[in-house]
């Protein structure tokens, strides 16, 4: 009886006893593969609520252009552009001017200042008919007096000698044939861009020379012209150079493919374009 009241009371005490919070893991058999236990699974955060569904894979939006309306202001790229306005002309530099102009021959008149809006004008413009004695501009051309003189001593100093030389059999040269001088237009009569020289009354476009004997010299693409008229054309081009702040021949662009364009515009440090 007593072992049987031993056993009893050792059997209460083991079914009382707690067991072990942590139970030990159970050991691995050497040579078993390892068991492979899941990650936890992460919980995906809510996503935050839209009162308009967005389209899956719907581009970012850009910002909007500075001349597009928006609800917020436009970020400025710098202070607004004034308008265009005509250059002045002071009396003394346009009495200077005209003196020069007179003094090698050149045949022109005043006319009343131009004004055709959009930066389009002249202050004090000329009609120019004669550049030197005897060398008729046709037609007659509106432009600043800045222009015709440096025509004029284009034509006396560079172009009147060349053609003396390659050109000697035809004659002297009696008649400048322009294409434009004074219009109010954009550059290569383009749509959009900055405002041609010819619209400021700084340029002109010569698009032949006529001879006292008849001969006419068309300005045309003639880079490979052998000739004594080839000569000639890239020679008077080169020296337009010397009296003009831009000259585009026939070689620099479709535009002045049959004309030289001369202009007297002024640049920084007296930069020259010449082509």
Not at 73 to 92: F, H, K, N, V
Not at 141 to 148: E, I, P, W
Not at 221 to 233: C, I, K, V, W, Y
Request: charged share 20%; with cysteine.
């Amino acid at each position: 009886m007593l072992r049987i009241a031993t056993a009893a009371a050792a059997c209460l005490l083991l079914t009382a006893a707690a067991l072990p919070e942590n139970a030990p893991l159970p050991q691995t058999r050497p040579g078993a593969p390892a068991a492979i236990v899941a990650p936890a699974p992460v919980p995906r955060p809510e996503a935050p609520k839209s009162s308009k569904p967005t389209e899956p894979d719907a581009p970012k939006s850009l910002p909007a252009a500075p001349d597009e309306t928006s609800d917020q202001p436009a970020e400025m790229q710098g202070p607004p552009r004034p308008p265009l306005t005509i250059a002045s002309e002071t009396d003394a530099d346009h009495q200077a001017c005209e003196t020069e102009l007179q003094a090698l021959g050149a045949t022109f008149k005043d006319i009343p200042r131009i004004d055709d809006g959009n930066g389009c004008g002249i202050d004090k413009p000329i009609l120019l008919s004669e550049a030197l004695p005897g060398i008729k501009v046709k037609p007659e051309g509106k432009m600043r007096c800045a222009t015709a003189l440096a025509l004029a001593h284009w034509m006396k100093e560079s172009v009147i000698p060349a053609a003396g030389t390659a050109l000697k059999d035809a004659g002297r040269i009696t008649t400048i044939n322009q294409a434009s001088t004074y219009i109010c237009r954009l550059r290569n009569n383009a749509t959009t861009g900055k405002i041609s020289e010819h619209a400021r009354g700084n340029a002109i476009d010569v698009a032949s020379f006529t001879f006292e004997k008849g001969t006419s010299v068309a300005v045309e693409p003639r880079r490979e012209d052998s000739t004594l008229t080839g000569a000639f054309q890239r020679t008077v081009s080169a020296a337009g150079c010397l009296y003009f702040a831009t000259v585009l021949d026939p070689e620099s662009d479709a535009a002045h493919e049959h004309h030289f364009h001369l202009d007297v515009i002024s640049r920084n440090g007296g930069f020259r374009y010449c082509h």
